[in-house]
């Protein structure tokens, strides 16, 4: 399945070679220290060295940018809420269109603290998904005892969704070409058509699929990847560099 990911990142690199057990650890490691870290300075340290790795990786700066904006939105609507209506001690008023807003220095903090320990445990995943393949990651996750049923959910929603983006696109263009789009009433109408196509090609594709499974022998169960023993070398460096975040956790807070 590596032809459905948008973006392939580089084979050379450590990351992408390591065993997606050792990595699916460390990342859960890192992210308890993450959320679990009162102070600010910690999690931003992580965000910018996961960003600085996924650059690091041949990932283009736009494509970055764009996985990072809803988050970033997220925490900013968070900072913005903690500041004006949480806290006690005054730091600013503003007067916008006859509403009073006053900003508060410890609402400021607690919302710079929890938009930061937001971006730090995003971009740890981020990192996670875009340096390991999807097949991969859903190994390790059946691997760490995940149930079955969530796991070959989602491997078959991964594998069909691309399907769908690709109906999806036809139908488009075909009423793109008979001017479905030309007004704002026409538009909507189309666009409810286009919804109940891929609803129906949904329920049919699931079918068909259901059927050749069956044929085919599936009991229910997916057969995952077949994991080799770790390594010592990897498993080293992924302990090394999860003590090494640790004492830093230690040193900033």
Known sequence: MHHFTPHNPSATHLLTRLD???KLLCVLALLLMVISCHGMVFPLVVAFLCCLLCLRLGLPAKLLLLRFSEPLFIASGVLLLKLFFSGHLPLFTLDIFGLHLTGYRDGL?????????IMGGVSLVALFGFATPFTEVMAALSWLKVPQALVDVSLFAWRYLFLLIEEAQVVYQAQRNRLGYAGYRRGLSSFGTLAGVLVIKA???SQNVTTA????????RMPMLSHQPFRGAEVALSILVVAAMGVLRMLVV
């Open 109 to 117: 903090l607690d919302g710079a603290a929890i938009a930061s320990r």
């Open 213 to 220: 499974m069956v044929q085919r022998g599936y009991d229910g």
């Open 203 to 205: 329920f049919d594709n």
């Open 20 to 22: 997606a057990r050792v």
